[in-house]
């Protein structure tokens, strides 16, 4: 459980309640506005206090997600250029085949940005009458009574790829890093250009986390790419040009002019 700028230690440590309840021990905070340890937050965890002492806390969303390979982010809105969030019991079977999934939820005010959104693959809603705003608490207890908790596996036109077995997808690093690889790759080809390439990008991003990568298939489309910048920094040689500039991707990421040719 992914808490983003949580401001009252109160629902910090009900959340962490909520958690015991239901069977989930890994909570996160990303930025939190509050101290998560005061007596305040320790009272309302009540038996959960193991769970808010052993709380992980980063700086950004995209840090708490690096190792998730599932990531759903809850929302009562629809958002353009986002998909629309979707009822807990469609997304049941995903989580229940993930191996680390995370759900993420917003500040208290606000709820999620569309920026945190776009690090998630889906948005789950959580059905509710006309006035559709919850306590973060409650949200939680609610989020994780449908995902670990709910009767049923709602399996029914769920593609074979997503069904519960084996399969290990890649991480959130991983698909981010694969995001802003093809970022370079639009810019360096003219596909896209700097006012329009966050909104291409989005694009892009609904559909690739739709098609839900594993490790290798993130390798593979990157290898594609770092062809495509070879390939034009050959041309460019061959012109008596300068090469491209090094690739503005990650710490971490392969920037070399290399071909691969995938796994």
């Given at each position: 459980?992914?808490?983003?700028?949580?401001?009252?230690?109160?629902?910090?440590?009900?959340?962490?309640?909520?958690?015991?309840?239901?069977?989930?021990?890994?909570?996160?905070?990303?930025?939190?506005?509050c101290d998560h340890l005061t007596g305040e937050a320790v009272a309302f965890a009540v038996h959960a206090e193991g769970v808010l002492r052993s709380a992980r806390l980063y700086d950004t969303l995209?840090?708490?997600?690096?190792?998730?390979?599932?990531?759903?982010?809850?929302?009562?809105?629809h958002r353009a250029d986002l998909p629309d969030p979707q009822h807990p019991a469609l997304l049941r079977p995903l989580v229940q085949a993930s191996h680390a999934p995370a759900l993420v939820f917003g500040p208290e005010e606000s709820g999620l940005s569309n920026e945190d959104l776009e690090l998630c693959q889906l948005s789950v809603r959580v059905?509710?009458?006309?006035y559709a705003s919850l306590n973060l608490a409650?949200?939680?207890?609610?989020?994780?009574?449908?995902?670990?908790?709910?009767?049923?596996?709602?399996?029914?036109?769920?593609p074979e790829q997503l069904q519960p077995g084996p399969r290990k997808l890649a991480t959130r690093f991983e698909m981010d890093g694969l995001y802003a690889h093809l970022r370079d790759t639009m810019l360096i080809t003219g596909y896209s250009d700097e006012?329009?390439?966050?909104?291409?990008?989005?694009?892009?991003?609904?559909?690739?986390?739709?098609?839900?990568?594993?490790?290798?298939?993130?390798?593979?489309?990157r290898g594609l790419l770092r062809q495509v910048r070879w390939k034009i920094n050959e041309s460019r040689t061959l012109a008596q040009l300068p090469p491209l500039p090094p690739a503005l991707l990650r710490p971490g990421d392969v920037q070399d002019d290399v071909p691969e040719t995938g796994d």
């Open positions: 459980m992914v808490l983003v700028s949580p401001k009252t230690p109160g629902n910090i440590g009900a959340g962490a309640r909520a958690m015991l309840n239901m069977g989930a021990s890994d909570l996160r905070l990303v930025a939190p506005r995209s840090d708490a997600l690096a190792d998730r390979d599932l990531s759903i982010g809850t929302t009562a809105r059905p509710t009458a006309e409650q949200a939680v207890l609610l989020v994780c009574y449908e995902f670990l908790q709910g009767q049923g596996t709602g399996q029914a036109g769920i006012v329009r390439v966050t909104h291409t990008l989005r694009l892009w991003r609904t559909w690739l986390d739709r098609a839900h990568l594993n490790s290798a298939e993130t390798r593979l489309f």
